[in-house]
Nanobody, 115 residues
């Protein structure tokens, strides 16, 4: 059973920073990819950043240069460092783990960027 536990969301002013964490219940070496999606009110869930087992990283255009995905293999944890946050980054952020053609989702963590 794959479980993902997210943490690190919250409220921040424009220009601020947050770091999200996602801890997996399985070894990170057994996965195909791990990363983050987000869903704003009234919008579809969209990719934010994804890191594959081979080390390839993909970022959505709106976050390039501001967000950085990283992982700690020893802790089976993926992080999303979010800098220069904008109001349009406000959304529920979901961790995703891809393994053997299956997708597993975290419970979601709210990020609110507002002055």
């Amino acid at each position: 059973q794959v479980q993902l536990v997210e943490s690190g969301g919250g409220a921040v002013q424009p220009g601020g920073s947050l770091r999200l964490s996602c801890a997996a219940s399985v070894s990170i070496f057994t996965i195909d990819a791990m990363g983050w999606y987000r869903q704003a009110p009234g919008k579809e869930r969209e990719l934010v950043a994804l890191n594959t087992r081979g080390g390839t990283t993909t970022y959505a255009d709106p976050v390039k240069g501001r967000f950085t995905i990283s992982r700690d293999n020893a802790k089976n944890t993926v992080y999303l460092q979010m800098n220069s946050l904008k109001p349009e980054d406000t959304a529920v952020y979901y961790c995703i783990l891809k393994r053997s053609s299956a997708n597993y989702w975290g419970q979601g963590t709210q990020v609110t960027v507002s002055s």
